[in-house]
């Protein structure tokens, strides 16, 4: 994160009109699909017409992508199969007015196709790591400041501070982690807030590729229908977020403690809740939130799959980067 804030953004970047364009679509796969999630958000906050698809959705509707589109590709490689076959696809034909690229590879297919290239800078990566998914939340939090037409001196610094924040975080998952997996029938849900939501995004799909454990993500409304009958002893439930943004989610929280459920707050009024496990990552700013939630549920991730005695991270059928679709 710290490399990032050090290398220029192309000047190009700042001569791009948000106004200019019929509509913004934001795509890619995996973690670099849930980096560029706080971004849409923000984008659509602002009355702005976005979208926010992977690319294998992409792929399968075309028809969304037009000739006044700026089209936001994230791919750490810059050559995963669905953003390879994306840009063949636009070959001579239906290219958008602008392809922004984010990406770690500036000789990857993506960034020799792209008119706009925003580097992430992260070096190399462990396998259990989220340094790439953290940078890539920096690279979009900068490149949309630069959009925007703020200062980039500004974003630098709040990169610079975010760093500092993670240094000092070191959360405790051991003990909820323990209890969890000694239940007969363990489960894990992340909830969120909607400004929280990628990270309980990229907790699901970290639980997933590291402890090859099954979990999912949710909004608070959306884990009320269907998904809260999971809940009860075994349940682990990660609640991320400001409850004065949602109450709803404190009183969610409340509901699956009484009824059993192991419950950590991060970021979470967890006053009225009585949460055993509750964090909180005195971030200064919305990104250092993610990118502190984010080192959280890595941590989380791996100490799951020791619990079960899985080598974090270890790939069994699929690889760091997927290139087959």
């Known amino acids: 994160m710290r490399?990032?804030?050090t290398k220029p953004l192309p000047e190009?970047?700042?001569?791009?009109?948000?106004?200019g364009y019929e509509r913004i679509i934001l795509t890619g796969m995996g973690a670099s699909?849930?980096?560029?999630?706080?971004?849409?958000?923000s984008m659509v906050g602002e009355g702005r017409p976005t979208w926010w698809v992977s690319t294998a959705q992409l792929l399968a509707m075309p028809e969304l992508v037009t000739q006044g589109s700026l089209l936001w590709v994230t791919s750490q490689s810059g050559e995963s199969g669905e953003v390879v076959?994306?840009?063949?696809?636009?070959?001579?034909?239906?290219r958008p007015s602008t392809l922004l690229a984010t990406t770690n590879e500036p000789q990857s297919t993506l960034a020799q196709a792209a008119d706009v290239v925003v580097g992430l800078h992260f070096g190399e990566e462990a396998a259990v790591s989220t340094k790439s998914y953290i940078?890539?939340?920096a690279a979009h939090d900068?490149?949309?400041?630069?959009?925007?037409?703020q200062d980039d001196a500004r974003a630098l610094e709040r990169i610079g501070t975010v760093a500092d924040e993670l240094e000092r975080f070191s959360p405790d998952v051991a003990p909820i982690v323990a209890s969890g997996l000694a239940s007969p029938r363990p489960?894990?849900?992340?909830?969120?807030?909607?400004?929280?939501l990628a990270t309980a995004q990229i907790a699901a799909l970290l639980l997933n590729e590291v402890a090859k454990f099954p979990a999912e993500a949710f909004l608070t409304g959306e884990f009320r229908h269907g998904p809260i009958e999971m809940a009860g002893p075994g349940l682990v439930c990660l609640l991320f977020g400001p409850g004065t943004e949602n109450a709803s989610l404190t009183t969610l929280g409340t509901e699956l403690a009484r009824g059993g459920a192991l419950v950590m707050t991060v970021d979470t009024d967890a006053g009225e809740l009585g949460s055993q496990w509750p964090v909180l990552t005195r971030s200064s700013s919305h990104l250092g939130r993610l990118a502190c939630g984010a080192k959280l549920v890595q941590l989380l991730s791996a100490e799951v799959a020791?619990?079960?005695?899985i080598q974090p991270g270890h790939f069994l059928f699929g690889q760091k980067v997927t290139v087959a679709i």
């Open 3 to 5: 490399a990032l804030a």
């Open 142 to 149: 900068r490149a949309l400041s630069v959009l925007r037409h």
């Open 135 to 137: 940078s890539t939340l």
């Open 33 to 41: 699909l849930v980096a560029a999630h706080p971004t849409w958000s």
């Open 306 to 309: 020791r619990g079960l005695g």
């Open 12 to 19: 190009a970047l700042a001569r791009l009109d948000l106004d």
């Open 85 to 94: 076959a994306l840009l063949r696809s636009h070959e001579g034909k239906r």
């Open 187 to 196: 489960r894990f849900a992340f909830v969120a807030t909607p400004s929280d």
